[in-house]
């Protein structure tokens, strides 16, 4: 089993940063993929940023040179620094650690992100 804790969560204006981190505990995978993934309030779930074991990242569209995903192997955690923050971005943030070995996929409990207007 994997543990994942995130914290940084909060309330911010338009226009201003957050950092978001998350500790990971437990029997991680060796080759795994950490993302950070959103919901706002009646959506559905969607991709935030990922970045494997090799530092490969991706984002989503929306996010593009706004947020920076990174990741430090050693001490197991990975962050996303979010500048520039629109209302739009308000969810709720949520780690994610996958396995792409055994297809494993485990979640932390979630960060709520608000940004006013």
Same mark, same amino acid.
């Given at each position: 089993?994997? &543990?994942? $804790?995130?914290?940084?969560?909060?309330?911010? &204006? #338009?226009g201003g940063s957050l950092r978001l981190s998350c500790a990971a505990s437990g029997? =991680? +995978?060796s080759i795994n993929v950490m993302g950070w %993934?959103?919901? #706002? +309030?009646?959506? &559905? @779930?969607?991709?935030? /940023?990922?970045?494997?074991?090799?530092? =490969?990242t991706n984002y989503a569209d929306s996010v593009?040179?706004?947020? !920076? =995903?990174? @990741?430090?192997? /050693?001490k197991n955690t990975v962050a996303l620094q979010m500048n520039s923050l629109k209302p739009e971005d308000t969810a709720v943030y949520?780690?994610?650690?996958?396995? =792409?070995v055994f297809k494993?996929? %485990?979640?932390? &409990?979630? !960060?709520? $992100?608000?940004?006013?207007?």
């Amino acid at each position: 089993q994997v &543990q994942l $804790v995130e914290s940084g969560g909060g309330l911010v &204006q #338009a226009g201003g940063s957050l950092r978001l981190s998350c500790a990971a505990s437990g029997r =991680i +995978p060796s080759i795994n993929v950490m993302g950070w %993934y959103r919901q #706002a +309030p009646g959506k &559905q @779930r969607e991709l935030v /940023a990922t970045i494997t074991s090799g530092d =490969i990242t991706n984002y989503a569209d929306s996010v593009k040179g706004r947020f !920076t =995903i990174s @990741r430090n192997n /050693a001490k197991n955690t990975v962050a996303l620094q979010m500048n520039s923050l629109k209302p739009e971005d308000t969810a709720v943030y949520y780690c994610n650690c996958y396995s =792409i070995v055994f297809k494993n996929s %485990y979640w932390g &409990q979630g !960060t709520q $992100v608000t940004v006013s207007s």
